[in-house]
T-cell receptor, first 117, second 114 residues
């Protein structure tokens, strides 16, 4: 399978604990995106990497959230001191390096569903 | 965060019926996309539109990029059981960083009545 993979698929944690999710993009895709989707809503942009550089962060990404993409391959999203409001599906997407003018297709992974008790 | 206005919110149809849904925005986008999402899975791309006024088909699906670049429409003809799911529109615009982040609609849930 050469699609975007995410692990774990499900995570249940207690409030106040730290959690880390992993995303493996499609091989050779330079761009990697994280989105968050709450129940009944569409996905919302969190942050974006071009290779290993994190170039933009949404205001939705509080100080408790940190994302990395070492070596420009897989990415991790860590949430510290989780809160019940963090419960959501966390989606990762990747796309090829954009040509000026853009429009590259983003391919999504299956997501990690986080439940904070 | 911003979400695009998508309607209808839900649809209950019989197998074989045609389906229409639309998406509107207060902002201009230079790309419109339509995704389908099954329960517990990530969105899967159905159709991408790159030019205002463009009409594109993918099998039984047809989508249009509005002339104003602020709206898009998706039609599904002769619905079948596997069409059940949630359909999302998404607008794409290039930011100053070259970020092509997607802004999604609120979704249309399609249910087929036996």
């Amino acid at each position: 399978d050469t699609g975007v993979s995410q692990n774990p698929r499900h995570k249940i944690t207690k409030r106040g604990q730290n959690v880390t999710f992993r995303c493996d993009p499609i091989s050779e895709h330079n761009r990697l995106y994280w989105y968050r989707q709450t129940l009944g809503q569409g996905p919302e942009f969190l942050t974006y990497f071009q290779n290993e550089a994190q170039l933009e962060k949404s205001r939705l990404l509080s100080d408790r959230f940190s994302a990395e993409r070492p070596k420009g391959s897989f990415s991790t999203l860590e949430i510290q001191r989780t809160e019940q409001g963090d419960s959501a599906m966390y989606l990762c997407a990747s796309s090829p390096s954009g040509i000026s003018g853009g429009g590259d297709t983003q391919y999504f992974g299956p997501g990690t569903r986080l439940t904070v008790l | 965060g911003q979400q695009l206005n998508q309607s209808p919110q839900s649809m209950f149809i019989q197998e074989g019926e045609d389906v229409s849904m639309n998406c509107t925005s207060s902002s201009i986008f230079n790309t419109w996309l339509w995704y389908k999402q099954d329960p517990g899975e990530g969105p899967v791309l159905l159709i991408a539109l790159y030019k205002a006024g463009e009409l594109t088909s993918n099998g039984r699906l047809t989508a249009q990029f509005g002339i104003t670049r602020k709206d898009s429409f998706l039609n599904i003809s002769a619905s079948i059981p596997s069409d059940v799911g949630i359909y999302f529109c998404a607008g794409q615009i290039i930011s100053n960083f070259g970020n092509e982040k997607l802004t999604f609609g609120t979704g249309t849930r399609l249910t087929i009545i036996p």
